[in-house]
């Protein structure tokens, strides 16, 4: 069944070729668009056509509607899907496509700007009932506001961007004293990733759990959920792993907090696939948090334990087709669980590891699925998000998901970048997770590091950080008639090493009695702020500059006390991997 004729999907990687396989199944024709350094890249190999459409910088690609508008007409394209980042979200190209006369396989435009604001969202959502974290509908505008709310509201609070979304532009304040810091961060990255430095405050819930519900609803009236999926074991506030049923939700509780989604959308006039996340405490209670109105990273799980495809209803309520399914057709069976295999270095606080992949071989055999968007030879790049693929089992409960997600795990292979797959493994092993906790405070401690480094490497975790060797080759010999697979490795030290080499080099060169230490980026990427000038005298722990690498912000601090000079970066300009940011000279 053809509704479309021909569909251009405004996105890239393994989404853009999630969304080509059903749109093949449907008989549709495949139009792909492309950056520069994505000529080569897996989504273009895949689709039917594809179009350049700028440079590197998402900017000037993925994100100029104009380009990816005139693919469209280029190609003789009869409607656009965005897939979720870059456009997904955005109410005006959503416009400007059905204004191009494109169907937009997405919710209508209103919906996504009622919903993209989360201060206007809070406030919709209260009027209609729906239970929201305590906490400000309107902009916050001053750090002294911060404070007082900080005070009225009980610490720690949260301050958040309000076109923000996965994790950007959200800090966590836990006293008076980092409120400045934290209200100015919150605005520069609203300002920065959504173009809008509008920020407001809530109370910070701790440890919950993020239980979001899945949402479909057609133009004939029809709103139905799709149950809870949990997404509480996150790093920076951006999720690494995801599961549905919620190991905390039983079946009253899917019942009211689908109803409450259902009601959400509702409220809005959606239309198309949307998320209701939410915040569910240890109490059971269930708090709004923001609406998604786009397809998640993580629909795969909800797909594996309903049946059905998310994208094609996605494809079809576009059309105008009804909803395939009624709320009491919908059947939930077993179990499934969603790792992310991102290009981030564990060891090195979840930093992104860009790179070329030199091998890459995907787990397969009963339960798994992989959604991906590389092949060996892929590079990732720092200019985009470094998801390398999605790895997605189904089983008959959650023990037998977790055991056949640790073996897909072990069948991955994925040389040439550092990966999440280790850190996976030690997550799915460790007795919180088997116990369906929320492992609060486990992703980012250093013994998730060396648990996940020693899996990685086969040897114990060096105290000083530092991975023995990096995979290079992997070669397959025979000894008395048994077959071995050996992996070569290539000495290589780690970014905390090279660091150090260059403060005893610094020293040296400073002259007796005096040190002078150079801090460096630890990654390539954008300077989106410095907070120091020449000069200045900082403490240990300081923070000198953030730097932006694939749509995540890292601090950069001071390593020592002392005074700051020869300060070589500023806001906006790009920096190299080991780039010297300053130095800190002391006695």
């Known amino acids: ?10 996105n890239r990687g393994e989404i853009a070729i999630r969304v080509f396989r059903t749109l093949r199944e ?17 989504h273009v190999a895949y689709a039917d056509e594809a179009y350049l459409i700028g440079g590197g910088a998402a900017s000037e690609s993925y994100l100029d509607q104009g380009a990816v508008l005139e693919a469209a007409r280029r190609a003789g394209a009869a409607a656009i899907h965005p897939g979720y980042g870059f456009l997904a979200e955005n109410a005006t190209f959503a416009r400007a496509c059905e204004a191009g006369g494109f169907v937009w396989i997405g919710p209508p435009a209103d919906a996504i700007e009622a919903m993209g604001s989360k201060i206007e969202a809070r406030e919709r959502m209260r009027a209609a009932g729906v239970p929201i974290v305590p906490g400000v509908t309107e902009a916050v505008e001053s750090a002294d506001a911060v404070r007082r709310l900080g005070d009225e509201l009980g610490w720690p609070i949260a301050i958040k961007a309000s076109a923000g979304g996965g994790g950007k532009g959200l800090k966590v304040v836990r006293s008076a004293d980092e409120a400045e810091r934290a209200f100015e961060s919150a605005r520069r990255e609203g300002e920065a990733y959504f173009s809008d430095a509008a920020v407001y405050v809530e109370r910070y819930i701790e440890d919950p759990r993020h239980v979001e519900v899945q949402v479909l609803a057609d133009a004939h009236g029809n709103v139905i959920h799709l149950g809870e999926r949990d997404c509480t074991i996150q790093r920076r506030h951006q999720k690494l792993l995801e599961e549905t049923p919620s190991p905390a939700v ?10 409450i989604a259902v009601d959400a959308a509702r409220a809005v006039g959606y239309r ?29 799980v909800t797909e594996l334990v309903t ?23 919908v059947r939930f069976s077993g179990h499934a669980l969603e790792c992310r295999i991102n290009a981030e270095d564990v060891s090195n606080g ?12 995907e787990p397969a ?21 470094p998801m390398i693929a999605k790895l997605v089992v189904h089983g008959v409960d959650r023990e037998h998901a977790r055991r056949r997600m640790l073996r897909a795990l072990d069948e991955f292979a994925v040389d040439g970048v550092k990966t999440l797959i280790a850190f996976h493994k030690a997550l799915l092993t460790h007795p919180c997770f088997v116990e369906g906790a929320t492992c609060h405070g486990l992703v980012e401690s250093d013994l998730m590091a060396a648990r996940a480094a020693e899996l990685e490497n086969g040897r114990p975790f060096a105290p000083d950080g530092i991975v023995a060797g990096t995979r290079e080759t992997v070669r397959t010999v025979e000894v008395d008639g048994r077959r071995f697979e050996v992996r070569v490795l290539r000495p290589e030290p780690s970014f905390a090493a090279l660091a150090r080499k260059r403060r005893e080099r610094s ?19 954008t300077v989106l702020a410095v907070e120091v000038s020449d000069g200045d005298e900082v403490e240990a722990g300081r923070v000198i500059c953030v730097v932006e690498a694939m749509k995540m912000e890292n601090e950069v601090h001071a390593h020592r006390a002392g005074r700051v000079a020869e300060l070589s970066v500023a806001p906006g300009q790009p920096v190299a991997t080991g780039q010297v940011i300053c130095v800190v000279e002391g006695d």
Do not use: C
Not at 250 to 259: F, H, K, M, S, T
Not at 350 to 361: E, V
């Open 1 to 10: 069944m053809a509704v479309f004729d021909k569909v251009l999907v405004a």
């Open 307 to 329: 049946g059905l495809d998310l994208v094609r209803e996605q494809i079809l309520i576009a059309a105008g087709e009804p909803l395939s399914v009624a709320q009491g057709d």
């Open 365 to 385: 055999g009963p339960g798994v699925r992989v959604d991906s968007g590389v092949v060996a030879g892929s590079e990732i790049s720092g200019l985009y998000d």
């Open 350 to 361: 979840f930093l992104p590891a860009p790179g070329t992949i030199t091998r890459y071989r």
């Open 272 to 300: 198309s696939a949307g998320t209701l996340e939410g915040l569910l405490t240890r109490d059971g209670d269930w708090f709004f948090l923001e609406m998604n109105t786009r397809i998640q990273v993580e629909h795969t």
């Open 26 to 42: 449907l008989g549709i024709a495949t139009i792909a668009v492309y950056s520069e350094p994505d000529r080569n890249a897996a």
């Open 507 to 525: 020293r040296g060169s400073a002259g007796a009695g005096a040190g002078k230490d150079a801090v460096v980026s630890p990654m390539q990427g």
């Open 250 to 259: 039983d079946a009253a509780l899917r019942e009211r907090i689908g109803a």
